[in-house]
Structure formats: structure tokens, C-alpha cells
């Protein structure tokens, strides 16, 4: 093993620290002069194990230490960790003293980001737990979109040093929050653009732990949304708000699918083939491959769980103030949805299928109020609470820092129209948008 002193600066990043990375820095291993001939001791014997199907970390330690002490070594295992539960394929490195075949230590990753640390301690077994450390940084992307929201993130240059899996992640999120105000599958038009600041939490191999959008924009035709986050209880379960601190949470979801599992997820100038092929009908269909989760867009209450003629395999849930919401070609349903259950916004109740008469898989979604169909993407219905007004004072000063995250992006005009009107005094305070411009 080689001692290594990784130093990892993100020149980018608003809230970057600076992390010092050190594996296995309890080897002994001399440092090596440029000039002058030194002494390497033998190296230490090191196994890297996987283990196998039906392999227990008991079983691999057999044969490199005797019963007891095998026993002993699982006994300080248990302190961090169960030894019958490890995972398949669970990482174990055996490291025996030079020149011997006495085990010194036993690292064993438990989960990505956590690694037990056994050591022979005079004789005695003793662990630690190691973790990996990880750096915060906070992402920036701009652009505008010409095809399709998903290509335009998955493209975008200022990603670059994210992986291809990191940006779809990073896609679910902004789907996620922008879930009540746009359906990226519909509303996209050419020339829409969006920004947005992300903040990341990324291992010392470049993969992302965690992430949470700080502040985002998505201009639609024209029209800013925003979303900001903010946590009034420190508490790390904070939501979105707009600029006015109202809620971007909405009494029903936009889809019933998330954007990314919707085929094609194409832009509003191209028709998805499937669609043109069926008779006129009032709702919308998503094509997505059998098997996809489908959500319900609203809380309520389960009111048809069942085939019903050539909608096939069909949900619908009741809600308040007469809507009602159906759900149709489903492949099945979730079990544990039946007639009469609550559900929430959100909750998986089937998946998608192509049963009743379907030419493909896809989900067939409408929504009724009072019997009459509604466009599902015409419904603006608030639902979450604004800021609270105990929160003001504070929610101001993150929400405008926040929103300054933004304006170090390259502008768009939204942002720009915003600070003319400010700077003309029509907008006091940075903290309005103008929307009437
Ligand atoms: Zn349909």
C-alpha cells in the first residue's frame, strides 16, 4: 500500500471545503528520497475478497485465523456491523504482516460510504469505523433547451464533470421539484430555458453521495418559475418556494409518472407515434415501458380498482371538491391499494400496462371534476403552505442569497428584466419578479 495525501480543491464551488484524503494511513511505508538509495521492507501480503453468493465473512476469515480468534474478529465486527447480513459482492481486504502469515487487519465495506476497520491490537481485535470522506460543492448549469429537457441536461457542458448516471439523478430532482408547475414529458418548447445550482456531496472517486438543488429556474414561453429551497427548522427537511415564498406545491401532480421513466420524453413539436394512433379521447397518454411505477397525482380515496372495459386494468381515486382522477392500461395493480383505500399524492398505486385496448404500453390518465373532463395541465390548484410569517425575516435573506446563486449564471432575460426593474426602483428589495414585463 501506498501512503497518498489527496488534496481536493473545487475552485467552483460557493460552499467548497477542502478535504484531506488518506487511505490506509496506518501502513508504516518509508517515504522515498530522489537521490539516496533506502531501504523498502517486503511488502505486506494484501487479499482482496468479494464476497460470493452464499458466502459469509465468517467463512472467508476461516483459514486465515484460527477458531477463536475468528471469533474474536466477529465479536468487534458486531460493534458496527451484523456479520450474517452482509450484502453479496460486500468488499473484504485481508492484510497480513510482511513476511508472515499473520492477519493484521480486515477492512470490510459495509455500505459505500462506511468501511469497518479491524486491527490486531497486541494480540486483542479491535475495530473502527471508517468514512469515507466526502467535499461539498455546488454545481451551476445553464442552458436552453432545443429538443428535449432531458437532452439538454444530459448535454449540457457545465456537467461535464459529472457522470452520465449523476446528471439523470440529477434530472429526478428537478423533476421533482418542479413537479406541480411542469411536465418536462409536455410543456417543453423550443427555446425554454432553465439555470440552477446544485449542491453536491461527491466521494474522493468523483461519485455523488447526495445532492440538493439550492435554487433553480425554468422559463417556459417566456414565464419564470422558480423554486428555492428553504429549511425553517434546520431540520434538513425543507421544501421549494417561489419568490413570493408561496409553496410550489400544488393539490395535484402535473404526471402521474416521473419524467424520466416517460419514452421519448419528447418535446411538445414532436408527436409520440403511439399517440397519433388512438381515437380522440380526453386525456393524455404517457408511453413508458411496462412495469413503471404510476402515482397518485392527488390524496384520496381508491373508488375502482379493476378492469373496466377498454381502459382495461383501471384506477380511479376520488378527491376533494368533486375531482376524481383515473388511471388506465395498467399491467397491475400495488397490492396493498384495494377499493376504499387512502392514498396520497405520490403514492404508487399500479404500474404500467397495455391491458383494454392499447396498441402499445402506455398509461392513459384523466381527470374529472364533477364528471367533466379537466386538461390535466390547466389545473393550478395551491396546496402547500407558504413560508410562515414567523420564518420571514430569515426565509428573505437565504431566498435572495439563493436567487444570487443564480445570477452569477449567464442571464436570461427574466433574470436581467428582474434587475433593470430593481435597479429602476419598481422592485424594492431584490425579492419580486417581474413577471409583467
Ligand atoms: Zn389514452
Redesign the pocket.
Known amino acids: 500500500m501506498v501512503k497518498r495525501n489527496v488534496r481536493v480543491i473545487i475552485s467552483r464551488g460557493a460552499i467548497a471545503i477542502t478535504a484531506i484524503v488518506c487511505s490506509a494511513c496506518d501502513s508504516e511505508v518509508p517515504s522515498v528520497g530522489f537521490l539516496e538509495t533506502v531501504w523498502v521492507p517486503p511488502a505486506e501480503k494484501v487479499e482482496v475478497h468479494s464476497l460470493g453468493q452464499g458466502e459469509t465473512f465468517g467463512g472467508l476469515l476461516y483459514g486465515a485465523v484460527d477458531a477463536n480468534e475468528q471469533e474474536e474478529v466477529l465479536r468487534a465486527f458486531q460493534n458496527y456491523a451484523d456479520p450474517r447480513r452482509l450484502r453479496e459482492r460486500t468488499n473484504v481486504v485481508l492484510r497480513y504482516r510482511a513476511g508472515t502469515n499473520k492477519l493484521r487487519s480486515v477492512d470490510v465495506a459495509v455500505s459505500k460510504d462506511r468501511t469497518v476497520r479491524l486491527t490486531r491490537v497486541d494480540d486483542r481485535w479491535r475495530s473502527s469505523l471508517v468514512q469515507t470522506p466526502i467535499f461539498v460543492d455546488t454545481v451551476y448549469a445553464t442552458g436552453e433547451i432545443s429538443e428535449t429537457f432531458w437532452g439538454s441536461v444530459v448535454n449540457n457542458v457545465d456537467l461535464v464533470e459529472m457522470t452520465f448516471e449523476d446528471r439523470n439523478l440529477l434530472i429526478d430532482r428537478l423533476d421533482n421539484v418542479f413537479q406541480w408547475q411542469m411536465d418536462f414529458s409536455r410543456q417543453i418548447r423550443e427555446g425554454d430555458s432553465y439555470r440552477f445550482a446544485f449542491e453536491r456531496e461527491v466521494r474522493p472517486d468523483g461519485s455523488m453521495r447526495d445532492g440538493k438543488l439550492l435554487a433553480a429556474e425554468f422559463v417556459n414561453l417566456g414565464v419564470p418559475y422558480h423554486a428555492i429551497y428553504f429549511d425553517p427548522n434546520g431540520d434538513g427537511y425543507g421544501s421549494y418556494f417561489d419568490l413570493d415564498g408561496e409553496s410550489v406545491r400544488r393539490a395535484f401532480l402535473l404526471k402521474p409518472l416521473s419524467y424520466r421513466r416517460i419514452s421519448g420524453r419528447f418535446s411538445s413539436g414532436r408527436r409520440h407515434p403511439i399517440l397519433n394512433t388512438?381515437r380522440a379521447?380526453r386525456?393524455i397518454?404517457y408511453a413508458a415501458s411496462i412495469g413503471t411505477p404510476v402515482m397518485a397525482t392527488s390524496d384520496g380515496v381508491i373508488i375502482h380498482r379493476g378492469p373496466k372495459g377498454s381502459f382495461g386494468n383501471t384506477v380511479e381515486i376520488r378527491h376533494s371538491n368533486g375531482w376524481v382522477t383515473r388511471y388506465?392500461h395498467l399491467n397491475g395493480f400495488n397490492r396493498d391499494v384495494t377499493l376504499g383505500t387512502r392514498v396520497r399524492q405520490s403514492d404508487v398505486i399500479g404500474y404500467v400496462g397495455m391491458t383494454g385496448l392499447a396498441t402499445g404500453p402506455?398509461l392513459?390518465y384523466e381527470m374529472l371534476q364533477n364528471g367533466r373532463h379537466q386538461d390535466p395541465l390547466a389545473v393550478d390548484l395551491p396546496s402547500g403552505d407558504p413560508v410562515p410569517a414567523d420564518d420571514m425575516t430569515r426565509w428573505r435573506a437565504e431566498m435572495s442569497g439563493r436567487y444570487e446563486l443564480l445570477k452569477t449564471i449567464p442571464g436570461q432575460s427574466p433574470l436581467r428584466t428582474f434587475e433593470a426593474e430593481a435597479e429602476d426602483g419598481r422592485a424594492s428589495g431584490g425579492l419580486q419578479q417581474g413577471e409583467g414585463a
Open positions: 388512438i379521447h386525456g397518454d388506465a402506455h392513459h
